[in-house]
Nanobody, 120 residues
Framework: QVQLVESGGVLVQAGGSLRLSCAASGSTFSINAMGWYRQAPGKQRELVAAISRTGTTSYADSVKGRFTISRDNAGNTLYLQMGSLKPEDTAVYYC??????????????WGQGTQVTVSS
């Protein structure tokens, strides 16, 4: 089992910056990839950014050049540095961890979410 706890979500003005953190605990040694998702009211949850075990990153087109995903050396804390924030970035942000197993579907672990609100 993996436990994920997000923090850092606040109300911020458009154009501002914010850093989200996600602390992972439990069986973290077998995590293959981690990422940040977000869900705005009335919309589906979407992938914002992801980072693999080897450090390869990927981003949604809507946040490229504005957000940066990273993790600490131990791999137990995930970060999302958010810049040039826009009102459309307003959402609940969720931390995700994935474990892959040969011959079966990956297992997803989720945090409880942290609210980011960007005012215009």
């Amino acid at each position: 089992q993996v436990q994920l706890v997000e923090s850092g979500g606040v109300l911020v003005q458009a154009g501002g910056s914010l850093r989200l953190s996600c602390a992972a605990s439990g069986s973290t040694f077998s995590i293959n990839a981690m990422g940040w998702y977000r869900q705005a009211p009335g919309k589906q949850r979407e992938l914002v950014a992801a980072i693999s075990r080897t450090g390869t990153t990927s981003y949604a087109d809507s946040v490229k050049g504005r957000f940066t995903i990273s993790r600490d050396n131990a791999g137990n804390t995930l970060y999302l540095q958010m810049g040039s924030l826009k009102p459309e970035d307003t959402a609940v942000y969720y931390c995700n961890a994935k474990k892959y197993y040969i011959g079966s579907l990956p297992i997803d672990y989720w945090g409880q979410g942290t609210q980011v609100t960007v005012s215009s």
